[in-house]
């Protein structure tokens, strides 16, 4: 499989902030927080084909982009990530290839959706939004599929562009920062009541 500049991006982006914030972090987390930013994509209504890579559920409930996994290993391979006991790690190079794919307007369109799927580990700690978005209904259906399922089909997006609109609408002049409705949708699914309840508490 050819690499894919934006998942490699989205690996080196989440990998340098979970570092940062919890002193490593797994393949898993990847795939969870890149999948967390794609939906928030979908809040700004993003069309999905935009995103540059596509997902799957597992039977775990969890979200694999086979994308960010070829990435993740190449990575791995280049010296970039190292792997500690059950955790990975940046390296300086991978830093500094980073800050370089910054500057680069191929990537300016995404880094909010990056920046707020990240900043929900502030709130949250990583195990809450991995439950919560497992409360996500694309990802419950996944569970009852052997093997792994391809999420955000049409009848998926035509029901997530619903749920969000109402969050927005709720959200109306609180400003353009994808932080609050990061906050909000991972509450409500946490708590497992809909986005609009959530919104209007």
């Known amino acids: ?19 940062q914030q919890i002193s490593g972090f797994s393949a898993a987390e990847l795939h969870l927080l890149s999948y967390l930013a794609c939906l928030l994509g979908l809040y700004r209504a993003q069309p999905q084909t935009d995103w540059g ?29 190292t792997s500690k006991p059950d955790r990975l ?3 300086a190079a991978a830093q500094e290839k980073l800050e370089a794919l910054l500057e680069q307007f191929l ?28 409360q996500q209904p694309d990802l419950r259906r996944a569970k009852n599929v052997p093997g792994s399922r391809a999420l955000m089909e049409e009848a998926a997006l035509d029901e997530l562009y619903r749920d969000f609109d109402v969050l927005r609408r709720a959200l109306q002049n609180t400003g353009t920062d994808l932080r609050l409705p990061a906050v909000l949708w991972i509450t409500a699914l946490f708590k497992g009541i809909p986005e609009e309840g959530a919104a209007q508490t």
């Open 89 to 91: 790690q940046m390296t």
């Open 53 to 81: 890579y596509a997902f799957v559920g597992t039977e775990l409930g969890a979200p694999f982009s086979a994308e960010i996994e070829a990435a993740l290993q190449s990575l791995e391979r280049w010296g970039y990530f």
């Open 107 to 134: 990537y300016r369109e995404r880094i909010e959706c990056l920046k707020a799927a990240a900043s929900s580990i502030l709130a949250f700690s990583v195990g809450t939004v991995r439950e919560a978005l497992g």
């Open 1 to 19: 499989m050819p690499l894919n500049p934006f998942a490699t991006f989205d690996c080196l982006y989440f990998g340098s902030w979970l570092q």
